[in-house]
């Protein structure tokens, strides 16, 4: 059987076991991945291929731009976020980047750099302010993972995390509704492929190790108001969607702290 066949074909037990721990940790009781084990809800997507290390010009704009235009390429706020760390490199990155040093957030293991960010960790341990750049939103990625583990802080880090918009206040109300548990399971990140990278927004994929297999969650992030943020998914469906089983890392850029 050939390797995107194996991709494609992922309806085995310990993947179904794999998918809840995973949707488990990401989505924190918002959305039930697989309820009564429907499989034709939740397919997953054919693999998709990761973008040729490029190098793409930062706008450092919100998503959406105001009618009069971008600001001018040497504009001060093309070149910071919020944090005022410079946008930087913008390829994007086909090896691991470089890191000043890995730490524990939220029970997960996440990079730290002082030219890639975060340049701010706030008290509840929310970590924001990355560098505008494909490698920042990376860093970034991680970092939202490691945020949406603490269940118990659900709602505070939707309301940082996320873009706002009416799928982000679905998802705060179904959070609300839902309560709150410090019991969630953890998952490590161990490797990335970017996907698409723009100016203000990148998608890519994460891969975690889940029993006996690597599972990975596709995420998009947006530049808004200085920094990266996760864009949520359409009411009703699961943030990281969709999901897929992989037997190695030979498809990512094997990058972690473990």
Known sequence: MSKDKDEKSPYGAGFIAACIVVGAVLICGIVIIFAGGDRSAHAIAPAQQPVEAASVQPTDEPATAPASGPAPTNSPERQTGSCGLPAGDQTVPAEAPAVDGWEVSRKVVVPRSSTYGPGTTDSDGFRHC????????????YSAIAAIADQSKLVPTVKKLMVPGSATDSLLRQAAAGGSSSDASTVQVVGYRVIAAEPDRVTLMLAMPVESVYMSA???????????????????EAVGAPFSQHRDLSDFVKWSGI
Do not use: C, E, I, K
């Open 130 to 141: 990355f560098a505008h750049s494909p490698t920042g939103a990376v860093y970034a990625a």
């Open 218 to 236: 596709n995420l998009t992030l947006v530049w808004h108001q200085g920094d990266w943020r996760l864009q949520p998914p359409p009411p009703g």
